[in-house]
């Protein structure tokens, strides 16, 4: 389709102050955001869909937009959003809790990211990788993608509940059967690299001068294995004084501190 039709069929034109017609922001940005994930290509002035670009869902396309954002080399303008989440996973573990989020200014959060942000390879480069101005479309990608929402009243929210369950709703996991936890995180942290024990999580956990992945989860991390138990997604599982329990961060509200083993139901279900 032509670069111009496709504008304007994602956001038609309209009459501003009978000066003719105005093409929004949005629909530029959308392909920008399209074009950066090669969701589709751009040559001499049409746009192509490229290869795999293929969904039937919101779902769907979040799963896609995941995989694409984690498959970007490091240098990738668009791989600083993973990477910021990690930082935010791993300060959250530094915390313990995630309330500093919510008292922190764009600028000192934005500050604090870019110098826990991996080493460039491309050592010429220069300029911020993230600043405060990124945060709106940040969270809205975090959003779509199940690692965040809107909490009222408070804004922008951790929370990887939704991601995590999509993951383990792939069909190679056992089900019906206990997993090690330790088994299960090392899944979790391919799949999700931001969360403990991941690559990017422990690259912002080492900036952070956080200690090697001990016996506890962060934070975040536990909350969304809670919720997730609690739903009926997964089962914790655990007997009293085994050696290889897992320790869950601190929730007075919840009565499990502590897990050896997780299971996954019979019955797969995409949530």
Not at 146 to 166: F, I, K, N, Q, T
Request: glycine letters at 8%; a negative charge.
């Amino acid at each position: 389709m032509d670069r111009a039709d496709l504008l304007a069929w994602l956001n038609p034109p309209f009459t501003q102050n009978t000066s003719g017609a105005v093409i929004g922001p949005a629909a530029e940005q959308t392909l920008g955001a399209a074009s950066s994930l090669n969701f589709i290509r751009q040559e001499d002035g049409r746009c192509w869909v490229n290869d795999g670009l293929e969904f039937s869902s919101l779902d769907d396309l979040a799963d896609l937009t995941h995989q694409r954002l984690l498959g970007l080399d490091l240098d990738h303008a668009d791989a600083v959003l993973p990477q910021a989440f990690a930082y935010i996973v791993a300060r959250s573990e530094q915390a313990k809790g995630t309330a500093w989020l919510h008292t922190a200014t764009n600028k000192a959060l934005a500050d604090a990211i870019n110098q826990a942000l991996p080493t460039r390879s491309n050592t010429a480069a220069e300029g911020r990788r993230f600043n405060e101005y990124k945060f709106a479309p940040f969270w809205r990608w975090m959003t779509l993608i199940g690692l965040a929402l809107d909490l009222p009243g408070d804004g922008p929210h951790p929370y990887v509940s939704s991601r995590l369950a999509r993951e383990l709703a792939q069909p190679d996991l056992p089900r019906g059967e206990q997993i090690p936890v330790r088994l299960f995180l090392d899944v979790v942290a391919k799949r999700m690299p931001y969360l403990d024990g991941g690559v990017l999580y422990n690259s912002a956990a080492e900036k952070l001068g956080l200690p090697a992945q001990g016996r506890a989860l962060s934070p975040i991390l536990s909350t969304a294995l809670r919720d997730l138990h609690e739903e009926g997604t997964l089962a914790l599982g655990s007997l009293t004084d085994a050696a290889s329990l897992v320790h869950l961060a601190d929730d007075r509200f919840s009565r499990i501190k502590a897990v050896q083993f997780v299971t996954l139901p019979t019955e797969r279900a995409n949530g």
